[in-house]
């Protein structure tokens, strides 16, 4: 049946759970092929299914659109069921699981005794019926809720596709468990023959002596690509990427300290959008840190082998990250690297042997056994980088730890001291004493 669009009411919980966005298309359709499916409403002309639709006649200026008049037991759930296949964002999700764990909880209660009935066993099996309902895990519903609870913040990231759940979750029981750590005054330090960790910030070390160490490799929090905590003054926290640059720069001040003139710093660190335009962040810090007296060797171009799918259809997938090498003087230590080369019938090959001792890498066999590795790295090139130079490992650990390996190679000796300013998940400090070098890391959080 047709109804004047003038008589249709819309739900009023639906616009505080749906927002009616993106309806350009919907219009075009409806212009070109007409209302393929009636709206649904009650009774009482009330919407229950179709409130894009009805938008989008409005719009075009009909004056009656094709209705199909249902009664329902329960309503909310009827108006969440019907827009099931919906494209739905995360937070129009977790309006979805608050109405209908609301409804549901209350058509438990009212079906089964009250006594003895446990409150979590009532949400337990409200959460199934939604799980159902929503066609996603409980365990997502679960997550979902708890990011909200937490931090909604994350939740507008991931409907901007910034985070997933899965990755906006992390974040959260990251942040959890600072909270449990940081309600300890006492800064933790981990500390072994070789290994050492201090649990707080590395912009003051005054735990390591002028000139200590040989080689800093880290990648500090990229600006605004996640909540990296609640609290102000957290790296990557920043309003703007210029109050980031300058502090990430001023950071490293007492990284210049504790580096010895022979040491190098290899720092990674990516770009970010922010309306659109790509804010040159990596070069702008690196130009910052040349005017503290860092010398810039090399910008490294780091291939990544799996980078994050990227769902913008109007540039391409960022697939790449900068490495860049400084140094505090021209004295700094450094081991030529050799990379393949082409064979005859152009295939490549791995150069000489994995066991090589590096002592007889001399110039003598410069051009026989290889070339001076680029400043391109894609995980074969790094592998068989790695595989020249490694005299004790026949199978070097697995990308991208390898990134890690080839700086410790290059620029330290046995025993030599690593540090890691931004410890993260420790893989600098693992990998450095994987091949026999000490190690301190710092970092604010505990991964």
């Not at 003038?6 to 219009?27: A, G, R």
């Not at 291939?303 to 769902?311: C, D, E, I, M, V």
Request: net charge positive.
């Amino acid at each position: 049946m047709k109804l004047y669009i003038k008589d249709i009411k819309p739900h009023p919980i639906n616009s505080k759970i749906y927002t009616n966005t993106n309806i350009e298309d919907l219009e075009i359709s409806i212009e070109e092929n007409g209302l393929l499916e009636p709206i649904v409403v009650n009774k009482s002309n009330v919407i229950i299914s179709g409130h894009r639709r009805l938008q989008s006649c409005k719009n075009l200026g009909l004056k009656q659109i094709d209705v199909r008049v249902k009664d329902f037991d329960d309503e909310l759930i009827a108006l969440v069921e019907l827009n099931r296949y919906r494209s739905k964002t995360a937070t129009e999700l977790i309006n979805e699981i608050l109405i209908l764990e609301d409804e549901y909880s209350k058509k438990i209660k009212r079906g089964r005794p009250k006594k003895g009935v446990l409150q979590n066993t009532i949400k337990g099996k409200s959460r199934d019926l939604i799980s159902d309902e929503l066609n996603i895990s409980s365990s997502q519903i679960g997550k979902l809720l708890v990011i909200q609870k937490e931090d909604d913040s994350l939740i507008t990231l991931i409907d901007e596709g910034v985070l997933t759940i899965g990755q906006a979750y992390i974040q959260i029981s990251r942040m959890r468990k600072e909270r449990e750590i940081r309600s300890n005054k006492e800064i933790t330090i981990l500390s072994t023959n070789n290994h050492r960790f201090h649990h707080k910030s590395s912009s003051d070390m005054f735990e390591l002596e002028d000139s200590e160490v040989q080689l800093v490799f880290t990648s500090p929090p990229y600006w605004n690509k996640r909540k990296y905590s609640n609290e102000e003054g957290w790296l990557g926290n920043e309003n703007t990427p210029e109050e980031y640059i300058n502090n990430i720069i001023n950071h490293f001040n007492d990284t210049h300290r504790v580096l010895n003139d022979k040491g190098s710093f290899f720092l990674n660190i990516g770009d970010t959008f922010k309306d659109g335009n790509l804010q040159n962040i990596p070069h702008r810090v690196v130009i910052g840190l040349q005017e503290r007296g860092w010398l810039l060797r090399n910008t490294i171009i780091w291939s990544k082998n799996n980078p994050k799918p990227s769902s913008s259809k109007t540039n391409l997938t960022p697939s790449y990250e900068f490495i860049f090498h400084l140094t505090k003087s021209m004295k700094y230590y450094y081991e030529h690297t050799l990379t393949k080369l082409k064979t005859e019938n152009h295939k490549y090959s791995y150069v000489g042997d994995r066991n090589i001792d590096i002592r007889l890498k001399t110039n003598t066999f410069l051009k026989r056994d290889g070339k001076n590795m680029g400043d391109f790295w894609d995980d074969e090139i790094v592998k068989t980088s790695v595989g020249n130079q490694n005299t004790n490992i026949k199978h070097p650990a697995m990308f991208p730890d390898e990134i890690v390996i080839l700086p410790i190679l290059q620029t330290t000796k046995p025993n030599d001291l690593v540090l890691d300013t931004f410890h993260g998940s420790g893989t600098t400090g693992r990998v450095s004493n994987q091949y026999g070098r000490r190690y301190v890391g710092y970092d604010l959080k505990v991964y």
